[in-house]
């Protein structure tokens, strides 16, 4: 109402009911806007997808023999008790290449997966040694489920020195 | 304090968006409401009388909330619908089952539509009876019934959404209501045919119904607003008792 | 929700007080109705969280970490939605966020939501989910919600035994799957029971009106009989298929009253003979006629209560609930004796359509039999005072309109009503049936006071209505229903609603239907034969069967069990398909110390390739393969394997043609080998020498041929499944027996009629 030059100095017996009730009233409202958009956010961030899950069970361990296992559901390689692992140690990577997607197949005499489509090869570490592939082929967590079974999380890529043991 | 405010006010960058000065003399407060796309809408001055809450019960301005209210949740609810008949009822549940505040999203856009219907009723009572429908102000309570009609095709629209029982067989009564239309078998059928898109109820009533209600009714209601506003300022602001006997302040 | 709505009402009623009493506190409201939304929103954000399966993820996490020792570390648990997406079955299921250890089978004794789910045969949650067998709601996360247990949802989670009801939307009819009995009984009782004699069912038919041809009363029946039974057919047999119709004195008089009259008039147009009356008796004949009904397999497909149950334990329960054949205990109450000589001399020439076989009884032997059953009867069946009046034109045309009405004919041939039938409602579709359809009438308001209470939509489920239905078919419009009662057991309205609900259109993508293969089709409908025809009764057979067989075994004690009819385990394995044709269509002697005859049931040609099939499929075996050409066959060989056959003495049992040794019980008999070279595969012959003993446990062949054990690398013995040292099949000494078997083999290939009638004369002659 004033001008701004002559503002009064702050003190409690100005500072009215009036004052304190609109002041309480408009944070609440603030906090309820607050609210409507921490809503909003957390609405906008889905609880369940409807894509094939990431995180999946395969069969229990002792079900995949020592070697390179092709697991074709889900597109991985089960590596168990070669290549510098023990009778009771497992990987997994992925048999999606890295180039154009095609399913590398295993070659057991070379030690190594080699693409179909574009002869990309990759050795036992997952590692590109020819073909056109721009980059490793990723290992996935392997860890045993509740029930036993092997749980593979495609969320969480490894480095090729990781290892399951049981 | 002076300074802080001069900080603040005085610079380019407020003049640039807010084009006047601190609201703390006259000219610069009615600037406020000339400069402000939202607040022009307000008149610069008002009638005393019209401040009263009985004037208007404030049902006008309480439509425009509720308006305003159903676009924001409709807009987040269209994030999880899709209008596909295998789809539809699952991603209502899902709403209701899977999406957090899904719930609370659905109810506040279901009870707002109602209060919508509700209120617009009040409203136009509230106009009726104290006479604010009459000479200059007629065009805009036929504006104001059109807005009705709108808000209960949106109200039906959405109806059909969630793509339940409730939902199919209130839009089978309504598709019998338009079939009727005289003469029945040319006008009625009609009708009828291009408001379901076919002869029964599936994916093309649906896809209609939805496109309708998420563009097509709220695009002409909120255009018709703009009209209704622009109609009470330009019909000399709330309606009151014959200016003769009372003074303007 | 209602809470925040009934809030907000009161917020603007509060407002709209406020206004209309001109209060001027507007700050105070602002503050009030500030505070009242502000609650309601952060209470809406505390709210989302409280899930309503939260208490079960708790209490499972609680037992993962019992599990695991007690170390929370060493649990990998997130809780949320656990949900299972199938976009090729268009469904998403949600079960498992409560039932969260159906895969772990440590879980396999907890209690519900957490019990591990058996695997069956190869239907893994990762392709099917939940709902596509066991219904409900998948996407549903509450326990109304999601169990189907709420308005306007039909299809409710399916208890148990009605999951059944849900295989044969990717399976064909007949199939008989693995856990799958419950619907296969349904499906038998359906057709059995007649069922289809009034509910019409698409792609489904009778193959014979189930009931018997009532055009040939007069002849066949005492008439003061008839009253008493369509009264209370229970009374007179308690496991007849008959329904009470729950008819009034009056409606049986006239029903009776058409019967006798049409068949009058039939029977005088078809101009046989009168068979009223009693044949002539005497003690011998009674004495004989039991003792042939006892024996030649009459308790195959009957009971009678002169038979003495040997082996309770070896009988079907589900046949002795209800015969396939009519029991014979008081027969001699119903049946004119005459007619009975007839009936068993040529059932299908009294009754073309039956399935009453042919024993091949001689005139005398039909005579002994009918004198014999004439006098079984007690005369205690209650003969209701209601002798039908054919000569009163006026009940007659009242019984007709009352055969109509309960549509006799759908069961029953019926003079006057031949190809008629008046059908009850359909049941195609039933299993998809709207709720608003279930015609509950005057239980409907009972139901629902019961359903609130249990909080439950029982009076909106199709399979409810259904067991209902069968329990007390009129129960729900006492007046104007006319479903009769047929007195089903509990299982058997459990069989049956499973099959009833089972009856829906298939919802399931085409890539998810299995089809039969053609042996399994083969097996499929030779059951049904084996049902239709009740070979079952007397024959072992088809241990995979829905209902078990052989019942006429249990009759045969001990050592008379080699009086029974033979098991059939292995016959397409050991027969010829030809010849097991020829059989069925005209049995020969071949096991001739037998009593119990094997009857002929003239079936059509199609009938009998289908029998012949299915011993086929039943071992897996290739069809036209299996002979062996006596002209290519080395006669050296041959000439070896006859003397083989001398040194080990094998007709010291087998017979060899047609005569019997007299000197020899029916134990020391072994059958015809004469009949080896058009009866048997070759294959079968090798196999069978091999090792009688493994083949058939328990056989009286010995084995002749000795095999070395099989031996691993250490020098141990090798064992099969069950415990028994496997044997060495190709090293040396195989060989050498393999040898002598193929020439045993060849001789008996070559060995014909006339041959073995050359040996058998030289070796009894050389006896003497």
Redesign the interface.
Do not use: P
């Given at each position: 109402m004033s001008d701004h030059t002559v503002e009064p100095e702050f003190s409690y017996d100005q500072f009215s009911r009036r004052d304190f009730f609109t002041l309480v009233g408009g944070v609440a409202m603030a906090g309820t806007f607050g609210a409507a958009l921490v809503g909003s956010f957390r609405y906008m961030w889905p609880n369940v997808l409807y894509e094939p899950p990431k995180r999946y069970k395969i069969g229990p361990p002792a079900e995949y023999p020592v070697g390179v296992n092709f697991i074709a559901d889900q597109r991985i390689f089960l590596v168990r008790g070669v290549y510098g692992l023990r009778d009771n140690e497992y990987r997994v990577v992925s048999a999606i290449c890295t180039h154009m997607g095609c399913t590398p197949k295993w070659v057991q005499k070379d030690d190594r997966w080699e693409c179909p489509c574009h002869g990309s090869q990759f050795n036992t570490l997952g590692v590109k040694v020819a073909g056109p592939a721009p980059r490793p082929l990723p290992w996935y967590e392997v860890t045993v489920g509740n029930d036993g079974r092997l749980v593979v999380d495609q969320n969480k890529v490894v480095t090729a020195d990781y290892k399951l043991s049981i | 304090?002076?300074r802080v405010?001069d900080l603040l006010f005085a610079n380019r960058v407020w003049k640039s968006v807010f084009r006047h000065g601190?609201p703390?003399?006259p000219r610069n407060r009615a600037e406020v409401m000339f400069q402000n796309v939202f607040l022009h809408i307000q008149s610069v001055k008002v009638f005393k009388r019209s401040l009263k809450?009985?004037a208007t019960?404030g049902l006008g301005l309480i439509l425009a909330y509720l308006f305003l209210l159903l676009t924001l949740t409709g807009f987040?609810l269209m994030?999880y619908y899709v209008p596909e008949v295998?789809r539809a009822y699952?991603d209502m549940?899902?709403l209701e089952?899977?999406?957090?505040?899904?719930?609370?999203?659905r109810?506040m856009h279901r009870?707002a539509a109602h209060a919508m219907v509700l209120f617009t009723f009040l409203h136009m009572a509230r106009v009726f009876f104290t006479g604010a429908y009459k000479a200059p102000r007629e065009f805009n309570w036929v504006i104001g019934i059109i807005l009705l009609i709108i808000t209960l095709f949106l109200s039906l629209s959405g109806y059909l959404l969630p793509w339940?029982?409730l939902a199919y067989w209130a839009i089978t009564i309504v598709s019998n209501l338009i079939r009727t239309t005289p003469p029945a078998d040319i006008m009625g059928a009609g009708a009828s045919y291009l408001v379901l898109g076919g002869t029964q109820i599936g994916q093309n009533t649906l896809i209609r119904f939805y496109v309708m209600h998420v563009f097509g009714l709220p695009a002409i209601c909120g255009l018709l607003m703009v009209v209704h506003f622009w109609r009470i300022r330009k019909d000399g602001g709330l309606a009151r008792p014959d200016e003769s006997n009372i003074p303007l302040r | 929700m209602s809470t925040s709505v009934g809030i907000v009402l009161a917020i603007v009623v509060l407002a709209v007080i406020a206004v209309l009493l001109k209060v001027k506190a507007w700050r105070p409201l602002f503050l009030f109705t500030g505070l009242v939304v502000f609650a309601l929103f952060w209470g809406q954000v505390v709210k989302d969280q409280a899930h309503p399966y939260n208490p079960y993820q708790e209490a499972y996490k609680q037992l993962l970490i019992e599990l695991a020792g007690g170390d929370p570390a060493k649990v990998y648990f997130k809780p949320g939605i656990v949900q299972r997406y199938l976009p090729t079955l268009d469904r998403t299921d949600r079960c498992e966020t409560c039932h969260l250890a159906v895969e772990d089978p440590r879980f396999k004794d907890a209690p519900q939501p957490f019990t591990f789910h058996p695997e069956i045969s190869n239907h893994p949650p990762d392709k099917f989910g939940c709902t596509v067998c066991h219904e409900g709601v998948g996407i549903s996360v509450d326990l109304q919600g999601a169990h189907g247990h709420r308005e306007n949802w039909r299809n409710p989670v399916l208890n148990k035994e009605l999951v059944q009801s849900r295989c044969v939307q990717c399976h064909e009819r007949g199939a008989s799957l693995e856990g799958g009995s419950l619907y296969a009984r349904g499906e038998i009782l359906f057709d059995r029971v007649g069922c289809l004699g009034c509910h019409p069912v698409k792609g489904q038919q009778l193959e014979r009106l189930p009931g018997p041809d009532l055009r040939m009363i007069p002849n066949k029946m005492q008439l003061d009989w008839l009253a008493g039974w369509l009264k209370d057919p229970g009374s007179y047999l308690k496991k007849t298929y008959m329904p009470n119709f729950g008819l009034s004195d009056d409606d049986v008089k006239a029903i009776t009253s058409y019967l006798v009259a049409s068949a009058r008039d039939y029977l005088a147009k078809q101009g046989g003979d009168n068979l009223t009356g009693d044949v002539a008796t005497s003690a011998a004949k009674v004495a004989k006629g039991k003792e042939l009904v006892l024996s030649v397999g009459c308790l195959g497909c009957h009971n009678i209560d002169d038979a003495t149950v040997v082996d309770e334990a070896g009988l079907d329960p589900s046949v002795r609930e209800r015969n396939f054949g009519p029991d014979l205990s008081r027969v001699g109450d119903k049946l004119n004796g005459r007619w009975i000589q007839q009936w068993v001399l040529n059932p299908k020439g009294q009754d073309p359509k039956t399935t009453m076989p042919d024993l091949r009884l001689s005139e005398t032997e039909a005579e002994a039999i009918a004198a014999y059953l004439q006098q079984k009867g007690d005369g205690t069946v209650t003969k209701v005072d209601l002798a039908p009046e054919p000569d009163n034109a006026a009940l007659v045309e009242r019984g007709k309109e009352r055969i109509e009405w309960f549509n006799c004919s759908g069961c029953h041939p019926i003079a006057g009503f031949e190809g008629r039938a008046f059908y009850g409602p359909e049941l195609t579709f039933e299993g998809d049936k709207q709720y608003f359809r279930l015609a509950f009438e005057e239980k409907k308001e009972e139901m629902i006071e019961l359903d609130e209470e249990e909080g439950v939509q029982s009076h909106r489920y199709v399979a409810n209505f259904v067991r209902m239905k069968l329990e007390d078919p009129r129960q729900f419009q006492p007046a104007l229903l006319k479903m009769p009662d047929f007195h089903f057991s509990q299982e058997e309205v459990e069989a049956l609603t499973v099959y009833v609900t089972s009856l829906k259109k298939r919802v399931y993508p085409a890539a998810f239907h299995v089809e039969m293969d053609q042996q399994r089709q083969a097996i499929s409908r030779g059951r049904e034969m084996f049902a239709r025809y009740n070979c079952r009764g007397c024959h072992e057979i088809d241990p995979g069967a829905p209902r078990s067989s052989g019942h006429l075994r249990a009759y045969y004690a001990g050592e008379d069990k080699a009086l029974a009819p033979p098991v059939l385990h292995g016959e397409g394995r050991k027969v010829q398909p030809l010849w097991v044709q020829g059989f069925i269509q005209k049995p020969i002697t071949l096991r001739p110390w037998l009593t119990v005859r094997m009857p002929t049931f003239g079936l059509s040609d199609s009938e009998v390739e289908t029998l012949s099939d299915y011993f086929i499929a039943l071992e897996d075996k290739d069809h036209p393969f299996y002979g062996v050409d006596p002209g290519h066959l080395d006669p050296v060989s041959v000439a070896k394997g006859k003397k083989l056959l001398m040194s080990f003495k094998c007709l010291k049992c087998h017979v060899l043609g047609e005569e019997i040794p007299k000197d020899k019980s029916p134990n020391e008999l072994a059958p015809n080998l004469a009949l080896g070279k058009t009866r048997l595969r070759p294959a079968w012959i090798d196999e069978w020498l091999t090792d009688p003993q493994g083949f058939q446990p328990g056989t009286r062949m010995p084995n002749f041929f000795f095999f070395d054990e099989l031996e691993d690398e250490n020098g141990d013995e090798v064992l099969d499944a069950n415990g028994n040292p496997k044997l060495d099949y190709t090293n040396e000494t195989a060989e050498a027996n393999f040898v002598q078997i193929r020439q045993i083999r060849d001789y008996l290939m070559t060995l014909n009629a006339a041959e073995a009638r050359r040996m058998w004369d030289k070796l009894s002659g050389g006896a003497q």
């Open positions: - | 304090m002076s405010a601190y703390s003399n809450v009985s019960f987040l994030f295998h699952a549940k899902d089952f899977a999406v957090s505040f899904g719930v609370v999203l109810n009870w339940d029982q | -």
